[in-house]
């Protein structure tokens, strides 16, 4: 039974999902959720205003003339949301937990979705696949998916992205948009990430609370590691402490894979608004 809290969350999200998405998310004929999803058509004589990039040169020099590849959008797509749910997602230094800021990420995006008329799929991971909704379409899936993004109690603490990567490969599921939303505070799964983006387009949203960006200079302090209990004394005694080198170099480098893999990086912090932030990366994804 999901409580009211919970649809009434589920409710004030959609109201304000449906306000923004309009030439926003997604648009009447395009959709800058979509990726680059066509199918094609036919080859056909280039005109004026032609994209360049689908000339076809093979049949341009067997025609003696330009010949230019012409694609149709895929209108239904799948989109499959992997979300952390990890005990690492469960901080907050603000209003929020960093994870009911990614449950809400990932409702923006489902809701999008459903507007599109696209099928809609869900894995709730820790460092095991928690939960596995296959992508469909329609209303009512798409509030089950909500419920158990607002409702789902994890059973693991552990993260691992790179099982979650893993059971997405296998999916018989083609050209997919694959958003992966988490801290990324996991061990290395630059492996598993390139296997995936080369079958889907694969989008990955980073959710950080502003102190895993940068610790304040506060002194010595004693934290808890939320997902081994392991405690530790560390020393940010200025801006330029050990701490922030090493959240620094984490981020440059999974920038770097997410780079090389071919993935587009939504940066989102956990004590700011973050609509603004979507709409003007959604909408920059729909320029290329």
Known sequence: ?????????????????????SGSLVGQSSSAVKGSGFEF?????????????????????????LMIRQYIEERNRSIVLLVDVSGSSFFGSGSKLKYEVIAELAAVIALAGEYAKDH???????????????????????????????S??????????????EHVAKLHIKNAIVFLISDFISSSFKRA????????????????????????????????DDETG???VIDVRSATSAVNHYCHERLYEQNRNFSLSGVDLLDIKSTQPYIHDMVKFFKKRMLY
């Open 230 to 232: 392991d405690e530790a």
């Open 1 to 21: 039974m999901v409580s009211k809290d919970i649809v009434k969350r589920v409710r004030q999200i959609e109201i304000h999902t449906k306000r923004l998405l």
């Open 152 to 165: 789902y109690k994890p059973k693991h603490v552990k993260t691992s992205i790179t099982v979650a990567l």
């Open 120 to 150: 809609v799929g869900l894995l709730l991971f820790s460092d095991q696949v928690e939960l596995f909704i296959p992508p469909n379409c329609g209303q009512r899936h798409i509030h089950h998916l909500l419920e158990q993004l607002f």
């Open 193 to 224: 990430l390139n296997v995936v983006a080369k079958k889907h387009d694969v989008i990955a949203v980073r959710c950080l609370d502003k102190n895993e960006l940068a610790m304040p200079a506060v002194g010595f302090l004693t934290v808890v």
């Open 41 to 65: 058509d036919q080859i056909r004589e280039y005109q004026q205003g032609d994209d360049v990039r689908f000339i076809d040169w093979k049949s341009s020099a067997r025609m003696d003339k």
